[in-house]
């Protein structure tokens, strides 16, 4: 069984920064990427960052600049370090694991979600 599990959200004035990780655990064999998404309430879930098995990075346009991913392939990881954090990003942070292979199958795994609030 796959869990994926996030920490590092909290409470954070505008400005400020955080560094979100995740771990997926489990019987795993490979996971192709692993990355952030948020949701914040009315607004659809929506990419925030994610990096591929071999480094290749995406962010969104709002990420760019103030946001950087990173990973380790071999404990299976994922970063977030947030830097000059808005109000705006304020939401629940939720890892996912993209085409994660177990040997039985290959399927992606969301967490539970780490929330992040930025006040003004």
């Known amino acids: 069984q796959v869990q994926v599990v996030e920490s590092g959200g909290g409470l954070v004035e505008s400005g400020g920064s955080l560094n979100l990780s995740c771990v997926a655990s489990g019987s795993i064999v490979s996971i192709w990427a692993m990355g952030w998404y948020r949701q914040a309430p009315g607004i659809q879930r929506e990419l925030v960052a994610d990096?591929?098995?071999?480094?290749?990075?995406r962010y969104a346009d709002f990420a760019k600049g103030r946001f950087t991913v990173s990973n380790d392939v071999k404990k299976n990881m994922v970063f977030l370090q947030m830097d000059n954090l808005r109000p705006e990003d304020t939401a629940l942070y939720l890892c996912?694991?993209?085409?994660?292979?177990?040997?039985?199958?290959?399927?992606?795994?969301w967490g539970r979600g780490t929330r992040v609030t930025v006040t003004s």
């Open positions: 990096i591929t098995s071999f480094g290749k990075t």
């Open positions: 996912h694991a993209d085409d994660l292979f177990t040997g039985r199958g290959t399927d992606d795994y």
